[in-house]
């Protein structure tokens, strides 16, 4: 069950010099807010308030201008009230206020105790039913604040925020169509309303339908284009559908405009990161966590980006912190278990994948990961039990199968390796790695029956192919396939290019140069 999202939009001037500007508040009992020539009770609209901008007495506001001597700053409404009330115990209104001033503090069975005294003296008044469903949506509390709404709706059934903060209520329960349902109702009152449009843009982007996401995020920034959570909401969706250059301009645009957002920084962080900008991503990141220090995905990424460029130390301090930070978060734990593991330190990286599983036993690439750790040690029954494991859990995960077909391999179990290299293909035939072992076996196994060479090149050239004939080990395992269809004087071209592409490996250009000897004298390489 998800808590329900309350939206609060900033004007842009909001990161101004004066202090009243981006504040907060309700209003004094009587307060008009002037549109125009006209005079409009504050009463009439919802509340807390936000100041964009201030002109002498006057504060701007979305509505229009209200005096500063009208207005309760919202840190204040608590006192102000309770004072008012001792001689006003009749006033509906102040209540109401009051509930949203706890409510905004983080009060919430405050806010709900003055909610319901709201009702009790204005059964009537939708508002009240409002501003208590949103706190009902705030605990966690869904079915009531759905019956709260549901009661503003019958008393107003013109009332457009009531049907949005329904359909945050129904998002949250996970019934995405009532909830599109409600936002485009919201929009149909409102046909200016913002916030539905960008949070029936989050309901189409959960539901996977990306494009009418980023229409509601993109008609949020024409209606407004100041705002911030627009086009961030709009960065993730492009994100999503893999546009990284048009998600990057959104989230600057949305920094820009809310330079403190860390979520903001943290996203475009992402965004670099799947660019291959680890840089970039470090730099966000780390901003991202000076913004928020208790952002836990944050340093996880953070790590995963350090780990990426090697710096496995500065890594290893990204994962421990976010462990310190959330000592149940599998994920950390999987994530320095493999730096460990790229350390070399595997009873560590063991510890800490084991970590990771008890705390999430159905965690299947913390199964496959161990497994990688085990089968590295050569204690290959518990690589078996891992990446079988692995499986089970997850019946689609390739690299599981591709790991148990290594180990079956080392084992001697080449029927089963194969099977396993042959499915982990099925599943992802974009991965490189079960190709070229499929090629390898079919190429260098001693059992004549194992052995196809023209299966084996074409194995091996599409992993030369996926791998833009960039990896020497693929290259090699193309020339030893060569050799075993008889086609020596390929297998000596392919072998002498994967030389060519690592000569300061001294290891493979030494196996390489006793692979060249025996094409040379049209001998096969047997393993």
Not at 185 to 210: C, D
Not at 451 to 458: I, P, S, T, Y
Not at 462 to 483: D, N, Q
């Given at each position: 069950?998800?808590?329900?999202?309350?939206?609060?939009?900033l004007s842009s001037s909001?990161?101004?010099q004066d202090?009243?500007?981006?504040?907060?508040f309700v209003t004094?009992?009587?307060a008009?807010?002037m549109?125009?020539?006209s005079?409009?009770?504050?009463?009439?609209?919802s509340m807390?308030?936000v100041?964009?901008?201030?002109r002498?007495?006057?504060?701007?506001?979305g509505?229009?201008?209200?005096?500063?001597?009208?207005?309760v700053p919202?840190?204040?409404?608590?006192?102000?009230?309770t004072?008012?009330l001792?001689n006003n115990p009749?006033?509906?209104?102040?209540?109401n206020n009051?509930?949203?001033?706890w409510q905004?503090?983080?009060?919430l069975?405050?806010?709900?105790?003055?909610?319901?005294e709201?009702?009790?003296?204005?059964?009537e008044?939708p508002?009240?039913y409002?501003?208590r469903?949103v706190?009902?949506?705030a605990k966690?509390e869904?079915?009531?604040a759905?019956?709260?709404?549901a009661e503003?709706i019958?008393?107003d059934?013109?009332?457009?925020?009531?049907y949005?903060n329904?359909?945050?209520?129904w998002s949250?329960?996970g019934?995405?169509?009532?909830?599109?349902?409600d936002?485009?109702?919201?929009?149909?009152l409102e046909?200016?309303?913002?916030?539905a449009?960008n949070n029936?843009?989050n309901?189409?982007q959960?539901k996977?339908?990306?494009d009418?996401?980023i229409?509601?995020?993109t008609e949020?920034?024409?209606?407004?284009?100041?705002?911030?959570?627009a086009?961030y909401s709009r960065?993730?969706a492009?994100?999503?559908?893999?546009e990284?250059d048009?998600?990057l301009?959104?989230?600057?645009e949305?920094?820009r405009l809310?330079?403190?957002?860390?979520?903001?920084y943290?996203?475009r962080?992402r965004a670099w990161?799947?660019?291959g900008?680890?840089?970039?991503?470090?730099?966000?990141?780390?901003e991202?966590i000076?913004?928020?220090p208790?952002?836990?995905?944050?340093?996880?990424?953070r790590?995963?980006?350090?780990?990426a460029?090697?710096?496995?130390?500065?890594a290893l301090?990204d994962?421990?912190e976010?462990?310190?930070?959330d000592?149940k978060?599998e994920?950390a734990?999987?994530?320095?278990?493999?730096?460990?593991?790229?350390k070399?330190?595997l009873d560590k990286a063991?510890?800490?994948?084991?970590?990771?599983i008890r705390l999430?036993?159905?965690?299947a690439s913390?199964h496959?990961?161990r497994g990688v750790?085990?089968?590295?040690?050569?204690?290959?029954?518990?690589a078996?039990?891992?990446?079988?494991?692995?499986?089970?859990l997850d019946?689609k995960l390739?690299?599981a199968?591709y790991?148990?077909g290594l180990?079956?391999?080392?084992k001697?179990?080449?029927?089963?390796a194969?099977?396993d290299?042959t499915?982990a293909i099925?599943l992802d035939?974009?991965s490189?790695?079960?190709y070229?072992?499929r090629a390898?076996?079919?190429?260098?196994?001693?059992?004549?029956?194992y052995r196809?060479?023209k299966k084996?090149?074409?194995?091996a050239t599409?992993?030369?192919?996926?791998?833009r004939?960039k990896?020497a080990?693929c290259?090699a395992?193309?020339?030893?396939?060569?050799a075993?269809?008889?086609?020596?004087?390929?297998?000596?071209?392919?072998?002498?290019?994967?030389?060519?592409?690592?000569?300061n490996?001294?290891e493979l250009v030494?196996?390489a140069?006793e692979?060249?000897?025996?094409y040379?004298a049209?001998?096969?390489?047997?393993e």
């Amino acid at each position: 069950m998800r808590s329900i999202l309350i939206i609060l939009v900033l004007s842009s001037s909001a990161f101004g010099q004066d202090p009243w500007v981006g504040r907060r508040f309700v209003t004094r009992s009587g307060a008009k807010v002037m549109n125009g020539r006209s005079e409009i009770p504050s009463s009439s609209f919802s509340m807390p308030l936000v100041v964009t901008e201030v002109r002498g007495e006057w504060l701007d506001v979305g509505p229009g201008s209200i005096r500063k001597s009208d207005v309760v700053p919202l840190e204040d409404a608590p006192a102000y009230y309770t004072d008012y009330l001792r001689n006003n115990p009749g006033a509906s209104w102040a209540y109401n206020n009051r509930g949203i001033a706890w409510q905004a503090k983080g009060e919430l069975d405050n806010a709900l105790k003055d909610f319901t005294e709201a009702i009790r003296l204005e059964a009537e008044d939708p508002t009240a039913y409002n501003s208590r469903g949103v706190v009902w949506g705030a605990k966690g509390e869904l079915d009531n604040a759905l019956k709260d709404f549901a009661e503003a709706i019958q008393l107003d059934p013109k009332y457009a925020t009531a049907y949005s903060n329904r359909g945050n209520a129904w998002s949250a329960k996970g019934e995405l169509d009532n909830a599109i349902k409600d936002y485009t109702e919201a929009i149909r009152l409102e046909p200016k309303y913002t916030t539905a449009y960008n949070n029936r843009g989050n309901v189409w982007q959960e539901k996977g339908q990306l494009d009418r996401a980023i229409n509601d995020y993109t008609e949020a920034i024409r209606l407004e284009p100041m705002f911030a959570l627009a086009y961030y909401s709009r960065g993730r969706a492009r994100e999503t559908k893999g546009e990284l250059d048009s998600a990057l301009k959104d989230f600057t645009e949305a920094i820009r405009l809310k330079p403190k957002s860390a979520l903001a920084y943290f996203s475009r962080g992402r965004a670099w990161a799947a660019k291959g900008e680890l840089d970039n991503a470090i730099k966000d990141y780390t901003e991202a966590i000076r913004l928020d220090p208790l952002d836990v995905t944050a340093y996880n990424n953070r790590g995963a980006a350090r780990q990426a460029k090697g710096e496995f130390d500065n890594a290893l301090e990204d994962y421990t912190e976010a462990i310190r930070l959330d000592p149940k978060n599998e994920a950390a734990y999987r994530n320095r278990g493999d730096v460990w593991s790229d350390k070399g330190e595997l009873d560590k990286a063991l510890k800490d994948y084991t970590e990771a599983i008890r705390l999430d036993p159905k965690y299947a690439s913390a199964h496959y990961n161990r497994g990688v750790a085990w089968s590295t040690k050569g204690e290959l029954d518990n690589a078996l039990k891992d990446y079988t494991e692995a499986i089970r859990l997850d019946p689609k995960l390739g690299l599981a199968y591709y790991g148990r077909g290594l180990a079956w391999n080392a084992k001697g179990d080449l029927d089963r390796a194969l099977s396993d290299y042959t499915e982990a293909i099925r599943l992802d035939p974009n991965s490189a790695l079960p190709y070229n072992d499929r090629a390898w076996l079919r190429a260098t196994c001693k059992d004549a029956k194992y052995r196809d060479g023209k299966k084996a090149v074409e194995d091996a050239t599409k992993a030369c192919e996926l791998t833009r004939w960039k990896e020497a080990f693929c290259v090699a395992t193309l020339g030893a396939a060569y050799a075993e269809s008889g086609d020596f004087e390929s297998a000596i071209k392919w072998q002498e290019k994967a030389i060519d592409l690592k000569p300061n490996d001294a290891e493979l250009v030494k196996s390489a140069e006793e692979r060249l000897e025996l094409y040379r004298a049209r001998k096969p390489y047997r393993e």
